[in-house]
């Protein structure tokens, strides 16, 4: 099986959990509402509205969401009172505020009461899903998903992120060259890798008559990964190695 292709767009946020990111939007204006709600859910997020404060803190209490997006202006309740009665439920959520492009004096005043960004009005969509997106990883409360992280060749996986390579279930340890020489040869199955190759990929130089640092550490990976078990590693010889699902 070759290794699982890394996306070129923007991944969906999910909470740490795995299930999708939940964000209120509160604003009196329901076109403007609706048009953000809209926008949010196509990111694959889980969406509800409000188009009053105390409506707002209604909705918080049972919905628990991940990010708010809060109008200054609201017919009740200010923004700013929102917050704080927002922040006794929820103490740590990211807050992004919606202000007028001249009311300077709220957005000073919404990131003094705690809110974590604005932006003003008019604003594209594109703006408000960047800030969110910013404010959700750098809370914590959202990750992005790395199944790329993970290689796979037959029964062999390796981890990227967490560097654990398993066999058959089985955890191998390896050193941190073993790691970035099996990366290499996970990154590349069924295909033969010369010497030079892998010497300039995993050692970063040229080709020097250096041969024997390849064959030393391709020694020290067969141990580990073929040991007791149906090779995966084989030498062609002229050529180099390949690495290949156990029949």
Do not use: C
Not at 5 to 16: A, C, H, N, W
Not at 54 to 61: F, L
Not at 152 to 166: A, F, K, Q
Not at 201 to 216: H, I, K, P, T
Request: glycine share 8%; aromatic share 6%.
């Amino acid at each position: 099986m070759a290794p699982t292709s890394r996306p070129t767009g923007p991944v969906e946020l999910r909470r740490p959990d795995g299930q999708p990111v939940r964000v209120l939007v509160v604003d009196d204006e329901t076109t403007l509402t609706d048009l953000l709600a809209m926008a949010l859910r196509y990111e694959g997020w889980q969406v509800r509205g409000a188009n009053t404060g105390a409506g707002a803190v209604r909705v918080a209490k049972q919905f628990q969401p991940d990010a708010v997006v809060l109008d200054v202006m609201l017919p009740d309740l200010d923004g700013f009172e929102v917050l704080r009665r927002l922040r006794d439920q929820m103490p740590d959520v990211p807050v992004l505020f919606l202000t007028a492009r001249d009311a300077v004096e709220d957005r000073v005043a919404g990131l003094t009461v705690g809110g974590d960004d604005y932006v003003t009005k008019p604003f594209s969509l594109e703006e408000v899903v960047a800030r969110l997106r910013a404010l959700m990883r750098r809370s914590g409360v959202a990750v992005t998903p790395r199944e790329d992280a993970v290689l796979v060749v037959g029964d062999l996986s390796l981890d990227e992120d967490s560097h654990e390579v398993r066999r058959g279930g089985q955890l191998i340890m390896l050193t941190a060259t073993e790691f970035e020489l099996l990366r290499f040869l996970m990154r590349n199955p069924r295909r033969v890798l010369s010497k030079a190759h892998i010497l300039d990929r995993v050692w970063n130089y040229d080709f020097g008559g250096q041969a024997n640092v390849v064959e030393l550490y391709i020694s020290y990976l067969r141990k580990k990964i073929d040991a007791g078990r149906e090779p995966m590693i084989h030498t062609l010889r002229g050529a180099g190695y390949v690495l290949r699902p156990a029949d």
